[in-house]
């Protein structure tokens, strides 16, 4: 038998798929399944304090008309919103019909034409309406390819600091959303690093914001 001397033996590379986490509390949900279904997405369930759903830096809470009515009703809305806040970017998937609920023109629907209002304007939230539970994967799977093209490998070893203090700035540009302003910044406040990194959340939101949680979440985990 004669062989193909001249074929490349060289293996090509797996395709890397973006990455949909889900909270287990969604596992009965339509949407999970066809997450499931897909191949264009890499899907891990687990369960998650904070949203339905995370991908990348983005906290996804995702609501049924029905849902929404309950949650509006007992409040847990706000508190879910208050949570997500930890997140750089956090949004509200809603699914269903929502414009016929408001067409009812009842007090429901006037309670949730204010609570969309509200949110669009008082929190960092984006609000997306879909039909049904293959619109809200089809976005999912779209946000999270998105997330994948957005981020440009980055050698943490581009650059070789040479003094003290660029080293310890660069370990704290190593942590994500830390760029060399705020890395700067934290050891201008703190001197040190070990001095940041035992500095508790309310310490460091002074400089990183929303992120505070992120970051000593990585620290302590």
Do not use: C, W
Request: charged share 30%; proline share 3%; glycine share 2%.
């Amino acid at each position: 038998m004669l062989h193909n001397i001249f074929k490349s033996s060289r293996k090509t590379k797996p395709k890397i798929l973006p990455l949909i986490i889900a909270d287990i509390h969604e596992k009965n949900s339509l949407v999970l399944s066809s997450l499931h279904e897909s191949a264009e997405v890499k899907l891990q369930v687990k369960s998650l304090k904070i949203a339905d759903y995370l991908i990348g830096d983005i906290a996804i809470e995702r609501k049924t008309i029905s849902d929404l009515i309950n949650s509006m009703i007992n409040k847990r809305l706000i508190q879910q919103l208050k949570q997500m806040e930890k997140y750089p970017k956090s949004l509200l998937i809603i699914e269903g019909n929502l414009q016929e609920v408001l067409d009812e023109n009842t007090n429901i629907s006037k309670a949730i034409r204010g609570l969309v209002t509200s949110i669009s304007t008082n929190n960092n939230t984006s609000i997306i309406q879909t039909k049904d539970y293959e619109e809200t994967s089809k976005y999912l799977i779209t946000l999270a390819k998105q997330q994948l093209k957005s981020k440009t490998p980055i050698s943490l070893h581009s650059r070789i600091p040479k003094t003290i203090e660029e080293q310890k700035e660069y370990i704290l540009e190593s942590f994500p959303n830390i760029g060399p302003k705020k890395s700067k910044a934290l050891l201008k406040k703190f001197k040190t690093l070990k001095q940041t990194f035992n500095a508790n959340e309310e310490e460091l939101k002074e400089i990183l914001k929303n992120q505070a949680a992120i970051f000593k979440n990585l620290l302590e985990n």
